[in-house]
Nanobody, 128 residues
Framework: QVQLVESGGGLVQAGDSLRLSCAAS????????MGWFRQAPGKEREFVAG????????DYLDSVKGRFTISRDNAKNTVHLQMNSLKPEDTAVYYC?????????????????????WGQGTQVTVSS
């Protein structure tokens, strides 16, 4: 079992920045690929950013490329999502997720069905 706890959400204005963090516990963190997803009211949960086990490969939703950066610290069992130039359409609950990835090479996972464990989410609200 893996426990994931997100933090760092809040209410900001358009153009501001936020840094989300996800602290993992329970299993060897470096065996898991990690991802950030978000869900706005009335919408499906969507992939935002993913990172492989080593941190050497990443992938992003097109609309956040150049604004968001995912990173991980395997020594501290944490993954971060740096969000810059925030827009009102980024408003959502943001979820951290982990995917067992031993033997899966350098792959980054983008489908929510592929992930094994989820955090409770943190609210991000961007006002215009």
């Amino acid at each position: 079992q893996v426990q994931l706890v997100e933090s760092g959400g809040g209410l900001v204005q358009a153009g501001d920045s936020l840094r989300l963090s996800c602290a993992a516990s329970g299993r060897t963190f470096s065996n898991y690929a990690m991802g950030w997803f978000r869900q706005a009211p009335g919408k499906e949960r969507e992939f935002v950013a993913g990172i492989n086990r080593s941190g050497g490969s990443t992938d992003y939703l097109d609309s956040v490329k150049g604004r968001f950066t995912i990173s991980r610290d395997n020594a501290k069992n944490t993954v971060h999502l740096q969000m810059n130039s925030l827009k009102p359409e980024d408003t959502a609950v943001y979820y951290c997720a982990s995917k067992w990835a031993v033997g899966r090479g350098v792959r980054v996972f983008t489908a929510k069905s592929e992930y094994d464990y989820w955090g409770q989410g943190t609210q991000v609200t961007v006002s215009s």
